[in-house]
Each structure stands twice: as C-alpha cells, then as structure tokens.
C-alpha cells in the first residue's frame, strides 16, 4: 500500500443534524445520519478484518521455518 497509514481516529460531530468527520491526511466530509450510520457499520467491518489480517501474519511470522 502506497498511502500513509495513519495511528490518529478522525474527529467526529453531529452539527445541525448532520455528521461531519475531520480527521488526519486531509479527511473532511459532511454526511446524513444514514450516511454516516452505514459508514460505521462498514469501518467497524472493515477494521475487524484488517486486525484478523494482521494477526495472521503475525502469526505467520512467528512460524519457524522448516
């Protein structure tokens, strides 16, 4: 991957019935509550799969070689 890869969480706020998200390498965008409701569930999703990702290639790591 050729993107940096960022260790802060973006910033998070409900601003006149919206949520608006501001985060490090740029980030900002303004969504519904639907919007921004789906985009968690699809963060969380996506999160969970990248540390099981990472846990297996740790694990791979650890593996002595033959």
């Known amino acids: 991957m050729n993107t940096p890869i960022h260790d802060t969480p973006s910033d998070v706020a409900a601003i006149d019935g919206c949520v608006v ?12 509550a639907d919007a921004a409701e789906e985009t ?5 999703k996506s999160a969970t799969e990248a540390r099981n990702q990472r846990n297996t290639d ?6 002595p070689e033959s």
């Open 21 to 32: 998200v501001s985060g490090p390498g740029g980030v900002a965008v303004t969504l519904s």
């Open 40 to 44: 968690a569930n699809r963060l969380h």
């Open 58 to 63: 740790l694990a791979l790591s650890d593996t």
